[in-house]
């Protein structure tokens, strides 16, 4: 050493490493090591292909070979010069040349191993990363001692040097941790995305995801890099996704809740509390993740200690390697706080995914366990709120009660930490953070208030909306479409008041909390300063970092308190739903064995002669909650015999389906009891159809026998259906069973019920939605047939071939068993009357006693073959719908322009000017403190600086105030004008718009999407305007403070864009599945709640639950996808925030000598960028991830964008009819022909036929013959594609729609009441007096029953849910009379009535629609006798018209062998 460096000392001079020692062993090691490295690389990978090279972008060429090359040209400069000064006979030291030859050397080898090997994969390399941040680390002392040189020209190379090394060092170790493996990346250039080679590398991706991982992957998340290079090349799917851990399992999370929760049930009952259960369930996990937390704040304090003690060090100018470990402390504290984060993050967000599995799945069970009278209590509206809202309330509340301590707790530790630094000064910010306390107290109570408000009109919309949605076909045929968006306008409108006030006053708490910190700086400086103490930089910045610590804390916990408050209110509503009594007290689980519960079963079956016993029962449709329940049967006791054939007829709402839902459970049993022996199938009154295939509708989840199946739906008359579709029985059903007729429905939902082989039949009245064909069909080879002989049997019926076959009769009336018995004797009672039609019919005829079964000759078995070539429904086949869309890439610029539209552009301007300007009076607050601290000595001029500091505070808080509530109005604005949007455009959709999407997806866009632009993007984008000019402010201080950040500005915007290139890609295709996954939760959902008494009968609870539960598990796949991803770079944007701390510390520490030329600022400025460097790290994670949420969160806005671009039906019409249109009534039909959709076959084919004014005419024809057709071609729900439809010659097509249907009347074929009073179901209009209606009622004989329950003023539940189908539709066909049009349309509207009654309803017609044209569809033969004229339809064919005496006469009459038909 001593030969090299004579005279020096040999490491240590007492102040820094000596320089021969920094040169010859520190920077020459650094230097070989490198050198050695990139050498041994080369060796080693000389053979491997160099397609990765070629792949490369010249950007990244350029940064490879250009940095290098330049570094490689100072470092030759530098030699040449000392090299001349060695000419020239100066003195240089031999060190110096050793080292600068090493460093030429060095940068040469990187050349050449760049330009002659695979560059990529060595420079990428672990090892190469590590050799060069040794080689950075080693050279700091040589920069410090040169620094201290009085030489310019030598400091600033030395500098450019330096950075160069260091930028490029940079650019290794961000290529080496970001990319997963460098020697299979893909990528064209530096934005460029990922290319696979061939399908094979995109197809490897599902094997990547299932290997374990080991702890680095763990820590770093790199095993979501997969995803990440296909997000970036092409749209994700599915079965691209992470496969999640075991624990994450929807149905283990599932079962592991529910015991919790039925154990918490059976020691509180109706006090139980869901939250006890899931801390009993999850409790343990969820204290341990509050020790990392502690461990997590705790460290947050360590960084403004360290800050101050860095700060003192500067100050005093002192020398050693005290510098060095502050600064390389500060970074190290940043980067391990970064790992125990996202840690942290992670294990508190899997939690979350596990609580809401655990919920959605006990929210679903419980609507499988609630009977419908048990269910009454909630409506529809409410219990998907349950699902949709409540439950992901609740779940939040994992993050607020660790903030709930964490919080006050951070708050302390600052307090006491400024305490140390201003002594007491610090208790006049404490004073305004009390202050605050009750302030935000009164607030948080008035917003739960609100929230609760909220709630409760929210739930009542969705409600609405549902049923709008349910009936939507009804309700444009009514022209109710302004009548509905009135009622969800007003309940939308209340919904907002309570969100105003809500967002008015989450505006007062953003303001209080937001200025907290801006106060607190002023306050206590002011009286430190005002006490006589003088500002230095150590203490201000010290303090200053303790304020931005205390940013976060008093920021977030308003929004904890309202978390929390949210989540009680959610947690109480839960509760109540999940408390509330069950149908049965068996446990549900998604893997049940119910072995044992059949084989009980089994041996009752075959040893209790009785199927069904009812004793002195007593039953209502109100819950256990109601005191005084509406009793709907009384005193019943009935003992059916197995194998018998009961028939139960009655009256309308005489309580025949009461009784068989009785049977199953469905009621409410005061008194007496019930029992059932064997399996039970069960077909309800309106068949309930599942959307999927055809076939799994019958199946119901039982194995598929061939031979079995092939029977059943033969029996069903279904065979020549299914051979009509496109796909077999494999044929896309849509929701509710959209796409096919009534009668399909019901023969669909008869063949489920036959292919089980239960015990006991209970039919509902299935007979009235077919024709008379079908119906003896039926009769004959299902119910009465060979299978179903030693079945038993209930029906409740108005027909009187099933009523002539029965083994026993039961009469009912209001709600009694009035008579039961035999035929025989049943003829000779008065109660016969019911069921006798019009003696004066051509087609009644004496029915003997011995005619009990009917007979169905073999020229009719073949006529039902025969003319069955129609019945698929071609008026609305639609053999799939369409998969639910979702848009690619990133979302649009227009979505974001349509969004500010409807906030208002005056409303952005001023939020983001008040944003800039806040932010701008916040940086120059700060900044002025630096000048204070610099420029001040002692306590002079503090008045002065005072006074400025206090125009900058109350600058601040001013526009803090602007920004709080110009965001709170402007997303008021958007939410209400995009509801408005929304609802406009869905109202006004023709109707194959809904037969194509389900309910479920529209009210997804009206439930969860819109909760999303009301309350959370608001919230987010918010967070984003914030935090996206804290970041340009904090760019600009740092830029301002250290100019040596400059050098690391542009590769830390490349980084940084990358980064957030790869995250945005995936994200954004994530979060778009995640909506995919969501609706069919909702659409199961809604689906089960339609038919929930139809599972429990076919006791198909666990099938169903296991259903939901793998809808659920693919949900959590997406959103666990989408949390790793973001944790991704989460991490990987704090580590860069770390590196710059360590960057600008170091800088700071070279330069601050007190011979040291080059100075990088003053001991204010450096104070001022460390404490503004230290929340980089939440601000860059902040800014992205607001960025990206917002994107997420605009994903819901372009959603309903997407629906409001929908087709529109045509409003408006060219020519205007007089207000008395139609004053005739003729229609006429001139060759029409009516296709659904171009790739199906005609529904009406050439249909030519004129009904002249005031005539009834009946139409009738085989189940799919294009009945219905002809009533949605003449209200043109569907456009007819050639012809004309003429009404009193005015053509149809050119009316506006609205107004053509509001000038006829219609009865539906399902009828419709919605939830409201009685009087405005009839007349919602309010045009009619209430005499007329009582007039009317009485003639549909409806007057007493209406009177006996509380008059026209009742509330009518959801869908009528408290009459009966047979009385709904009676009070449908009142309100066709009470509108007074010329023409009148009735859809069946006496299937669901007994056949006296029908009788007179249609004297009733007959008398009060004299001089109105009638148009019946019909499948009862006897209703349209006495009409004037008959159509007759065929496969979309007019094959017969007439006088239906006439016709009868004829010989090969079609219309005579439906008559013959309906009497056998």
């Given at each position: 050493?001593?030969?090299?460096?004579?005279?020096?000392?040999?490491?240590?001079?007492?102040r820094?490493?000596?320089p021969?020692?920094?040169?010859?062993?520190?920077?020459?090691?650094?230097?070989?090591?490198?050198?050695?490295?990139?050498?041994?690389?080369?060796?080693?990978?000389?053979?491997?292909?160099?397609?990765?090279?070629?792949?490369?972008?010249?950007?990244?060429?350029?940064?490879?070979?250009?940095?290098?090359?330049?570094?490689a040209?100072?470092s030759?400069?530098?030699?040449?010069?000392?090299?001349?000064?060695?000419?020239?006979?100066?003195?240089?030291?031999?060190h110096?040349?050793f080292?600068?030859?090493?460093?030429?050397?060095?940068?040469?080898?990187?050349?050449?191993?760049?330009a002659?090997?695979?560059?990529?994969?060595?420079?990428?390399?672990?090892?190469?990363w590590?050799?060069?941040?040794?080689?950075?680390l080693?050279?700091i002392?040589?920069?410090?001692?040169?620094?201290t040189?009085?030489?310019?020209?030598?400091?600033?190379?030395?500098?450019?040097?330096?950075?160069?090394?260091?930028?490029f060092?940079?650019?290794?170790?961000?290529?080496?941790?970001?990319?997963?493996s460098?020697?299979?990346?893909?990528?064209?250039?530096i934005?460029?995305?990922?290319?696979?080679?061939?399908?094979?590398?995109?197809?490897?991706?599902?094997?990547?995801?299932?290997?374990d991982?080991?702890?680095?992957?763990?820590?770093?998340?790199?095993?979501?890099?997969p995803?990440?290079k296909i997000?970036?090349?092409?749209?994700?799917?599915?079965?691209?996704?992470?496969?999640?851990?075991?624990?994450?399992?929807?149905s283990?999370?599932?079962?592991?809740l529910?015991?919790?929760?039925?154990?918490?049930?059976?020691?509180?009952?109706?006090?139980?509390?869901?939250?006890?259960?899931?801390?009993?369930?999850?409790?343990?996990?969820?204290?341990?993740?509050g020790?990392?937390?502690?461990?997590?704040?705790s460290?947050?304090?360590?960084?403004?200690l360290?800050?101050n003690?860095?700060?003192?060090?500067?100050?005093?100018?002192?020398?050693?390697?005290e510098?060095?470990?502050?600064?390389?402390?500060?970074?190290?504290?940043?980067?391990?706080?970064?790992?125990?984060?996202?840690?942290?993050?992670?294990r508190?967000?899997?939690l979350?995914?596990?609580?809401?599995?655990s919920?959605?799945g006990?929210?679903?069970?419980?609507?499988?366990?609630?009977?419908?009278?048990?269910?009454?209590?909630?409506?529809?509206?409410?219990?998907?709120?349950?699902?949709?809202?409540?439950?992901?309330?609740?779940?939040?509340?994992?993050?607020?009660?660790?903030?709930?301590?964490?919080?006050?707790?951070?708050?302390?530790?600052a307090?006491?930490?400024?305490?140390?630094?201003?002594?007491?000064?610090?208790?006049?910010?404490?004073?305004?953070?009390?202050?605050?306390?009750?302030?935000?107290?009164?607030?948080?109570?008035?917003?739960?208030?609100?929230?609760?408000?909220?709630?409760?009109?929210?739930?009542r919309?969705?409600?609405?909306?549902?049923?709008?949605?349910?009936?939507?076909?009804?309700?444009?045929?009514?022209?109710?479409?302004?009548?509905f968006?009135?009622?969800?306008?007003?309940?939308?409108?209340?919904?907002?008041?309570?969100?105003?006030t809500r967002?008015?006053?989450?505006?007062?708490?953003?303001?209080?909390w937001?200025?907290?910190?801006?106060?607190?700086?002023?306050?206590?400086?002011?009286?430190f300063?005002?006490?006589?103490?003088?500002?230095?930089?150590?203490?201000?910045?010290?303090?200053?970092?303790?304020?931005?610590?205390?940013?976060?804390?008093?920021?977030?916990?308003?929004?904890?308190?309202?978390?929390?408050?949210?989540?009680?209110?959610?947690?109480?509503?839960?509760s109540?739903?999940?408390?509330?009594?069950?149908?049965?007290?068996s446990?549900?689980?998604?893997?049940?064995?119910?072995?044992?519960?059949?084989?009980?079963?089994?041996?009752?079956?075959?040893?209790?002669?009785?199927?069904?016993?009812?004793?002195?029962?007593?039953?209502?449709?109100?819950?256990?909650?109601?005191?005084?329940?509406?009793?709907?049967?009384?005193?019943?006791?009935?003992?059916?015999?197995?194998?018998?054939?009961?028939?139960?007829?009655?009256?309308?709402?005489?309580?025949?389906?009461?009784l068989?839902?009785?049977?199953?459970?469905?009621?409410?049993?005061?008194?007496?009891?019930?029992?059932?022996?064997?399996?039970?199938?069960?077909?309800?009154?309106?068949?309930?159809?599942?959307?999927?295939?055809?076939?799994?509708?019958?199946?119901?989840?039982k194995?598929?026998?061939?031979?079995?199946?092939?029977?059943?739906?033969?029996?069903?008359?279904?065979?020549?259906d299914?051979?009509?579709?496109?796909?077999?029985?494999?044929?896309?059903?849509?929701?509710?069973?959209?796409?096919?007729?009534g009668?399909?429905?019901a023969?669909?939902?008869?063949?489920?019920?036959?292919?089980?082989?239960?015990?006991?039949?209970?039919?509902?009245?299935?007979?009235?939605?077919?024709?008379?064909?079908?119906?003896?069909?039926?009769?004959?080879?299902?119910?009465?047939?060979?299978?179903?002989?030693?079945?038993?049997?209930?029906?409740?019926?108005?027909?009187?071939?099933?009523?002539?076959?029965?083994?026993?009769?039961?009469?009912?009336?209001?709600?009694?068993?009035?008579?039961?018995?035999?035929?025989?004797?049943?003829?000779e009672?008065?109660?016969?009357?019911?069921?006798?039609?019009?003696?004066?019919?051509?087609?009644?005829?004496?029915?003997s006693?011995?005619?009990?079964?009917?007979?169905?000759?073999?020229?009719?078995?073949?006529?039902?073959?025969?003319?069955?070539?129609s019945?698929?429904?071609?008026?609305?086949?639609?053999?799939?719908?369409?998969?639910e869309?979702?848009?690619?890439?990133?979302?649009?610029?227009?979505?974001?322009?349509?969004?500010?539209?409807?906030?208002?552009?005056?409303?952005?301007?001023?939020?983001?000017l008040?944003?800039?300007?806040?932010?701008?009076?916040?940086?120059?607050?700060?900044?002025w403190?630096?000048?204070?601290?610099?420029?001040?000595?002692?306590?002079?001029?503090?008045?002065?600086?005072?006074i400025?500091?206090?125009?900058f505070?109350?600058?601040?808080?001013?526009?803090?105030l602007?920004?709080?509530?110009?965001?709170?109005?402007?997303?008021?604005?958007?939410?209400?004008?995009?509801?408005?949007s929304?609802?406009?455009?869905?109202?006004?959709?023709?109707?194959?718009?809904?037969?194509?999407?389900?309910?479920?997806?529209?009210?997804?866009?009206?439930?969860?999407?819109?909760?999303?632009?009301?309350?959370?993007?608001?919230?987010?984008?918010n967070?984003?305007?914030?935090?996206?000019?804290?970041l340009?402010?904090?760019l600009?201080?740092?830029?301002?403070?250290?100019?040596?950040?400059?050098?690391?500005?542009?590769?830390?915007?490349?980084?940084?864009?990358?980064?957030?290139?790869?995250?945005?890609s995936?994200?954004r295709?994530?979060?778009?599945?995640?909506?995919?996954?969501?609706?069919p939760?909702?659409?199961?959902?809604t689906?089960?709640?339609?038919?929930?008494?139809?599972?429990?009968?076919?006791?198909?609870?666990d099938f169903f639950?296991?259903r939901?539960?793998?809808?659920?598990?693919?949900?959590?796949?997406?959103?666990?996808?989408?949390?790793?991803?973001?944790?991704?770079?989460?991490?990987?944007?704090?580590?860069?925030?770390?590196?710059?701390?360590?960057?600008?510390?170091?800088?700071?520490?070279?330069?601050?000598?007190?011979?040291?030329?080059?100075?990088?600022?003053?001991?204010?400025?450096?104070?001022l960028?460390?404490?503004?460097?230290?929340?980089?790290?939440s601000?860059?994670?902040?800014?992205?991830?607001?960025?990206?949420?917002?994107?997420?969160?605009?994903?819901?806005?372009?959603?309903v964008v997407?629906?409001?671009?929908?087709?529109?039906?045509?409003?408006?019409?060219?020519?205007?009819?007089?207000?008395?249109?139609?004053?005739?009534?003729m229609?006429?039909?001139?060759?029409?022909?009516?296709?659904?959709?171009?790739?199906?076959?005609?529904?009406?084919?050439?249909?030519?036929?004129?009904?002249?004014?005031?005539?009834?005419?009946?139409?009738?024809?085989r189940?799919?013959?294009?009945?219905?057709?002809?009533?949605?071609?003449?209200?043109?729900?569907?456009p007819?594609?050639?012809?004309?439809?003429?009404?009193?010659?005015?053509?149809?097509?050119?009316?506006?729609?609205?107004?053509?249907?509001?000038?006829?009347?219609?009865?539906?074929?399902?009828?419709?009441?919605?939830?409201?009073?009685?009087?405005?179901?009839?007349d919602p209009f309010?045009t009619?007096?209430?005499?007329?209606?009582?007039?009317?009622?009485?003639?549909?004989?409806?007057?007493?029953?209406?009177?006996?329950?509380?008059?026209?003023?009742?509330?009518?539940?959801?869908?009528?849910?408290?009459?009966?189908?047979?009385?709904?539709?009676?009070?449908?066909?009142?309100?066709?009379i009470?509108?007074?049009?010329?023409?009148?349309?009735?859809?069946?509207?006496?299937?669901?009535?007994?056949?006296?009654?029908?009788f007179?309803?249609?004297n009733?017609?007959?008398?009060?629609?004299?001089?109105?044209?009638?148009l019946t569809?019909?499948?009862?033969?006897?209703?349209?006798?006495?009409?004037?004229?008959?159509?007759?339809?065929?496969?979309?064919?007019?094959?017969e018209?007439?006088?239906?005496e006439?016709?009868?006469?004829?010989?090969?009459s079609?219309?005579?062998?439906?008559?013959?038909?309906?009497?056998?």
């Amino acid at each position: 050493m001593d030969l090299l460096c004579p005279g020096d000392p040999t490491v240590w001079d007492g102040r820094r490493f000596a320089p021969c020692f920094a040169d010859l062993v520190l920077g020459f090691a650094g230097n070989v090591v490198v050198a050695a490295a990139a050498v041994a690389l080369f060796l080693s990978k000389r053979n491997a292909p160099r397609t990765q090279n070629v792949r490369r972008g010249l950007s990244e060429k350029l940064f490879v070979f250009g940095v290098p090359g330049f570094a490689a040209c100072l470092s030759l400069l530098g030699l040449t010069m000392l090299v001349k000064k060695k000419i020239d006979g100066k003195d240089v030291e031999n060190h110096e040349l050793f080292f600068i030859c090493s460093q030429f050397i060095t940068w040469m080898s990187v050349i050449l191993v760049c330009a002659n090997g695979p560059w990529f994969e060595i420079l990428c390399n672990p090892t190469m990363w590590f050799c060069w941040v040794l080689k950075i680390l080693l050279e700091i002392p040589h920069l410090q001692y040169k620094l201290t040189l009085p030489k310019a020209i030598v400091s600033f190379m030395e500098i450019v040097s330096f950075s160069t090394a260091s930028t490029f060092g940079l650019f290794v170790i961000v290529a080496a941790v970001v990319d997963r493996s460098c020697n299979r990346r893909k990528v064209n250039s530096i934005e460029a995305p990922l290319v696979p080679k061939n399908e094979k590398d995109e197809g490897e991706t599902t094997d990547l995801v299932n290997k374990d991982y080991n702890l680095w992957e763990l820590l770093t998340f790199k095993f979501v890099n997969p995803i990440m290079k296909i997000g970036i090349t092409r749209q994700l799917d599915f079965t691209d996704l992470l496969e999640f851990p075991a624990e994450l399992r929807a149905s283990s999370c599932y079962e592991k809740l529910l015991s919790s929760w039925t154990a918490e049930h059976q020691n509180h009952h109706d006090n139980s509390s869901l939250l006890r259960a899931m801390s009993c369930a999850y409790g343990w996990t969820y204290l341990r993740l509050g020790l990392l937390k502690v461990i997590n704040d705790s460290i947050s304090f360590v960084s403004p200690l360290l800050l101050n003690k860095f700060i003192r060090f500067l100050q005093q100018g002192s020398g050693g390697m005290e510098g060095y470990v502050l600064a390389i402390s500060l970074g190290l504290t940043s980067i391990i706080k970064s790992f125990l984060d996202s840690q942290y993050s992670f294990r508190l967000a899997k939690l979350k995914l596990m609580l809401r599995s655990s919920i959605m799945g006990i929210v679903y069970r419980k609507c499988l366990c609630l009977s419908l009278a048990e269910r009454s209590r909630f409506s529809e509206g409410e219990i998907q709120t349950f699902m949709s809202v409540d439950a992901d309330r609740t779940i939040n509340l994992c993050n607020s009660l660790h903030d709930a301590w964490s919080l006050p707790l951070q708050i302390g530790v600052a307090l006491y930490l400024l305490y140390t630094q201003v002594s007491y000064a610090f208790l006049s910010g404490l004073a305004i953070t009390i202050i605050l306390i009750p302030v935000n107290k009164w607030i948080s109570t008035r917003i739960a208030g609100a929230t609760e408000k909220m709630m409760k009109q929210k739930d009542r919309r969705i409600s609405c909306a549902g049923e709008l949605l349910a009936h939507i076909r009804t309700v444009k045929m009514y022209s109710w479409e302004k009548l509905f968006t009135e009622r969800l306008v007003e309940r939308r409108e209340l919904e907002v008041q309570h969100l105003a006030t809500r967002k008015y006053l989450d505006a007062w708490c953003v303001y209080f909390w937001a200025t907290t910190p801006t106060l607190f700086s002023l306050f206590t400086f002011s009286i430190f300063a005002v006490m006589g103490h003088p500002l230095d930089a150590a203490t201000v910045f010290t303090c200053v970092a303790l304020f931005n610590t205390l940013i976060s804390p008093l920021n977030s916990f308003p929004w904890v308190i309202n978390g929390m408050i949210d989540a009680v209110i959610s947690n109480r509503r839960l509760s109540n739903y999940l408390s509330t009594p069950e149908h049965c007290s068996s446990e549900l689980s998604a893997s049940a064995d119910l072995l044992k519960h059949h084989f009980k079963r089994y041996t009752e079956a075959n040893h209790n002669p009785m199927a069904v016993v009812l004793q002195n029962i007593c039953c209502s449709w109100s819950s256990s909650s109601d005191v005084e329940p509406s009793i709907v049967l009384r005193d019943i006791s009935l003992q059916i015999q197995k194998g018998l054939f009961v028939a139960i007829v009655g009256e309308v709402g005489s309580g025949k389906s009461a009784l068989l839902n009785s049977i199953i459970g469905e009621t409410r049993v005061i008194s007496g009891s019930i029992s059932s022996c064997g399996s039970i199938a069960y077909v309800p009154q309106v068949p309930w159809i599942l959307s999927g295939c055809l076939r799994d509708n019958i199946l119901l989840g039982k194995e598929f026998d061939p031979r079995r199946y092939k029977e059943v739906i033969e029996a069903c008359a279904l065979d020549v259906d299914i051979s009509a579709m496109a796909r077999g029985d494999m044929s896309h059903i849509g929701e509710k069973g959209t796409n096919l007729s009534g009668g399909q429905r019901a023969r669909l939902a008869l063949a489920r019920a036959l292919y089980h082989n239960s015990d006991v039949y209970l039919f509902d009245d299935i007979l009235s939605a077919v024709d008379s064909q079908v119906a003896s069909w039926i009769l004959e080879k299902t119910i009465m047939g060979p299978p179903m002989k030693r079945k038993t049997r209930l029906i409740s019926t108005h027909n009187l071939q099933a009523i002539y076959a029965a083994d026993m009769i039961v009469v009912m009336a209001n709600g009694l068993v009035k008579w039961f018995g035999t035929l025989e004797s049943f003829l000779e009672t008065p109660y016969s009357r019911i069921s006798k039609p019009d003696s004066s019919s051509p087609t009644s005829s004496a029915v003997s006693k011995k005619d009990k079964t009917p007979s169905v000759s073999c020229e009719f078995k073949a006529d039902v073959l025969l003319d069955d070539d129609s019945v698929v429904a071609y008026e609305e086949q639609n053999d799939h719908v369409e998969a639910e869309a979702r848009k690619e890439g990133r979302v649009e610029l227009g979505v974001y322009k349509k969004y500010a539209t409807f906030a208002g552009w005056s409303t952005v301007i001023l939020i983001c000017l008040s944003a800039f300007l806040m932010q701008a009076s916040r940086n120059g607050n700060d900044l002025w403190l630096t000048y204070w601290v610099d420029t001040s000595k002692g306590t002079e001029n503090t008045r002065f600086y005072l006074i400025i500091l206090a125009m900058f505070g109350i600058i601040n808080s001013l526009f803090t105030l602007g920004r709080a509530f110009s965001f709170a109005f402007g997303g008021l604005r958007a939410a209400i004008h995009i509801h408005a949007s929304l609802l406009e455009n869905i109202i006004s959709a023709p109707v194959c718009f809904f037969d194509q999407n389900p309910s479920g997806r529209i009210l997804n866009r009206l439930s969860s999407d819109l909760y999303t632009v009301d309350d959370s993007l608001p919230f987010i984008l918010n967070i984003f305007v914030a935090n996206f000019f804290s970041l340009l402010g904090t760019l600009v201080v740092l830029s301002y403070s250290q100019v040596s950040f400059l050098l690391i500005l542009l590769p830390l915007w490349l980084i940084y864009s990358k980064l957030q290139f790869y995250y945005r890609s995936t994200s954004r295709e994530v979060r778009r599945l995640d909506s995919v996954a969501r609706s069919p939760i909702y659409l199961s959902f809604t689906e089960t709640l339609d038919g929930s008494s139809t599972i429990r009968a076919f006791q198909k609870e666990d099938f169903f639950l296991e259903r939901f539960i793998q809808h659920v598990t693919l949900y959590q796949k997406t959103s666990y996808s989408e949390l790793i991803a973001g944790l991704w770079l989460s991490l990987r944007l704090q580590l860069l925030a770390g590196f710059i701390i360590l960057f600008i510390a170091m800088m700071a520490t070279v330069s601050f000598h007190s011979n040291s030329l080059v100075n990088f600022g003053t001991p204010g400025l450096v104070g001022l960028a460390l404490s503004y460097a230290a929340p980089v790290v939440s601000l860059l994670n902040g800014f992205l991830t607001t960025f990206t949420e917002t994107e997420k969160e605009m994903i819901s806005v372009e959603r309903v964008v997407e629906y409001v671009g929908i087709p529109q039906e045509e409003l408006q019409g060219s020519e205007s009819p007089p207000r008395s249109w139609p004053t005739e009534g003729m229609i006429e039909f001139e060759h029409v022909t009516l296709r659904y959709k171009p790739e199906l076959p005609p529904a009406l084919i050439d249909v030519s036929f004129l009904i002249a004014s005031g005539m009834q005419v009946g139409i009738i024809g085989r189940t799919g013959a294009g009945k219905s057709s002809i009533l949605n071609a003449l209200f043109r729900l569907a456009p007819i594609c050639n012809g004309r439809i003429l009404v009193d010659d005015i053509d149809v097509s050119r009316v506006a729609v609205q107004e053509l249907r509001r000038h006829f009347a219609v009865v539906p074929q399902i009828p419709f009441l919605f939830d409201g009073s009685l009087r405005e179901n009839l007349d919602p209009f309010n045009t009619t007096t209430d005499l007329r209606i009582w007039e009317v009622l009485e003639k549909c004989h409806m007057k007493v029953e209406i009177e006996s329950i509380g008059g026209l003023d009742i509330h009518v539940k959801e869908s009528g849910a408290s009459f009966s189908v047979g009385q709904r539709q009676l009070l449908c066909l009142a309100r066709a009379i009470l509108k007074s049009s010329k023409v009148l349309c009735l859809d069946e509207c006496t299937a669901n009535v007994d056949n006296q009654t029908a009788f007179l309803l249609q004297n009733t017609i007959s008398a009060e629609c004299k001089g109105m044209t009638v148009l019946t569809i019909a499948h009862r033969i006897s209703t349209v006798m006495k009409m004037d004229n008959i159509i007759v339809l065929d496969q979309g064919r007019l094959v017969e018209e007439g006088n239906p005496e006439v016709l009868m006469k004829g010989k090969y009459s079609r219309f005579a062998r439906f008559a013959k038909a309906s009497n056998m």
